[in-house]
């Protein structure tokens, strides 16, 4: 069995590590702190024309809260696209359950409807991009000193 690249437990942004470390750029371990790249940051992203509506009510929120705290680039409207745009398929497929239903027919007989499905899929899909951007209370942890919008500059945590 090969395990995923990517599992176990996310390594602690390098400004937390660094609160928390020894000192002199060591992490609590002793570990030297690689310096992280010196991203241009934004209060505000242009928000895509072809936002579905419930994609641009979920941008305009997310840009308000995190660029009023330093945590946008410009870099990251793609993956702030793709969070909109598959919250909005979650409450497309949302309100199509709502209106027709769990169930469907098809040749089979009767079937959960394909509607369900999509917003099981999104939902998941939600959720990780969520914790990407620190929007669930769980993964708000991980925002904690990432900029706190007062605009000092020299606060590089």
Known sequence: MVAAANAGRKAAPPGLR?????GEGKDSAGRPIPETPK???VVALEKPADL??????LWDRVVDQMGGMGLLKPIDAPSLEVLCE??????DAVRK?????MLGRNS?????????????????EFRAWC?????????????AG???GNGDGDNPF
């Open 18 to 22: 660094l609160l928390t470390g020894r």
């Open 39 to 41: 991203f241009d940051r």
């Open 52 to 57: 579905s509506p419930d994609a641009a009510w």
């Open 86 to 91: 598959t919250f909005a398929r979650w409450r």
């Open 97 to 101: 359950r709502k209106d027709a239903g």
């Open 108 to 124: 089979q007989g009767i079937v959960t409807a394909p509607w369900v499905g999509i917003e099981e899929r999104a939902s998941k």
């Open 131 to 143: 914790a990407e951007y620190g929007i669930t209370p769980a993964a708000e942890k991980n925002l």
């Open 146 to 148: 990432a900029g706190d």
